[in-house]
């Protein structure tokens, strides 16, 4: 950091306009860039005042058919703790893995978002990662049936069974959760269960569409209808004619927006900018946010009658912190999927590293475990996963108790026997309870559920009705 308090950057690139871009965003956050034509001029600013200064490097990975590991490795091994990040056109996870084990923090690809290029700068210097790290559901395959979600706690399996009862219905579904608890694995799934799962699934994400590109984004416009229109667009809803429409960060939409939304959901018909008719369509909406949306109500950042016209179902999908018990199993099943990538193999997890993932508050929810185990995985030498190979969640403060005692992660799988005012809770809720931990825990395999509960599967049958418990829970 310089003396004046600015983090300094060190960008690698020749191109004059990226150049300004990347200054330019990076000093919305205070940041100042220099920089280096190319990998002998970027290894001699390192001894110069600037360079020993440094807070990052990003170095553009400009020429497709170059090695950027090369000189990744090279400032690795002279800036060892400098948080690097690579800027590509190129969005494989073979090249990720690539430039991770030659040292690399992150890296980012083309064309450049500023919030996702000062999100990294800023979690790169944490000592974590927000770059294209960050959203690894984006390229590791996350369709799941609901039976194929992993997870026992009580409270998530409620959720996922609300959504399997609405997948059913045609009406409109809100998702509210942290960022990275699965919003999205959750959509997909209710998705898939509906009738409508072998059409199209369109996700939009709200929150990454400039206020004055969001009605065109989601209802196209016709040639010539605002400059820049050179050419006709098809819009979000019609592409999802007959299918889901996945509308993400649905409470960063802009007002003017949401009107449109609103009339489009009561109508059913839309009307592309510039055309003279409107159009109808049959789209299932599904909405997400990582906001309590009838806060944003209140405050007036968001339409009433557009909530509630959204919230017929609500699922609220717990943090990752509230069901601990899960990552034991959820970690191995992530794991599982990302030694399917490209240069990555299978690998197995001990118990001590468990613990310490076990006894971390997990923040970024799922993505973040995700995201954790990825960066190890490509890392690791040997067979198995150890505490060894989570050094960032253990700075990160993996231990939130000092207590004596068994993790919580080998207790909290468990039910919960009294209510907050210390009242035992009624059996009938406790055994509930324990069906759904056990119908999640065996996967929704009925036989195994009942073998396990010592109950015959006629009686299991039976308490899931007088319980009102969906199988998918």
Known sequence: MTRNGQRLLMLIDDEPAQRRLVAAIAARRGWRAIFANDGEMAIATLGTQDGMQLDAILLDHWAP????????????????????????????????????????????????????????????????????????????????????????????????????????????????????????????????????????????????????????????????????????????????????????????MPLEAQVKLLRVLQSGDIQPIGARHAREVDVRVIAATNKTLIDEVEGGRFREDLYYRLNVVQVTIPPLRERPGDIPALARHLLARIAQQPGLRPLGITDEALDLLGNYDWPGNVRQLQNALFRAAVLCDGAALTSADFPQIA???????????????????????????????????????????????????????????GIGRSTLYRKLGELGIDSAA
């Not at 939130?400 to 210390?422: C, E, K, N, Q």
């Open 65 to 252: 058919d170059a090695d950027p590991t090369v000189l990744i490795a090279e400032l690795r091994k002279r800036r060892p703790g400098l948080p690097l990040l690579l800027l590509t056109a190129n969005s494989s996870v073979a090249q990720a893995v690539a430039a991770m084990r030659a040292g690399a923090t992150d890296f980012l690809v083309k064309p450049l978002a500023p919030e996702r290029l000062l999100g990294a700068l800023d979690a790169a210097v944490a000592g974590k990662a927000a770059g294209e790290l960050r959203p690894l559901t984006e390229k590791i395959p996350a369709l799941l049936a609901f039976d194929e979600i992993v997870g026992s706690a009580p409270d998530f399996r409620a959720a996922l069974a609300i959504a399997a009862k609405a997948a059913r219905a045609r009406v409109p579904v809100l998702l509210e959760g942290e960022s990275g608890v699965g919003k999205e694995v959750v959509a997909e799934a209710i998705h898939a269960a509906s009738p409508r799962g072998k059409k199209p699934m369109i996700t939009v994400n709200c929150g990454a569409i400039p206020a004055n590109l969001v009605e065109s984004e989601l209802f196209g416009h016709e040639r010539g209808a605002f400059t820049g229109a050179f050419e006709r667009k098809i819009g979000r809803f019609q592409e999802a004619d007959g299918g889901t429409l996945f509308l993400d960060e649905i409470g960063e």
């Open 395 to 453: 700075a990160l403060g993996a231990q939130r108790h000092s207590v004596t005692g068994p993790a919580p992660m080998a207790t909290s799988g468990g039910v919960t026997l009294f209510h907050p005012d210390g009242n035992l809770r009624a059996l009938e809720e406790i055994e509930a309870d324990v069906i759904r931990l056990a119908i999640g825990h065996y996967r929704g395999r009925m036989t195994e559920v009942a073998r396990r509960l």
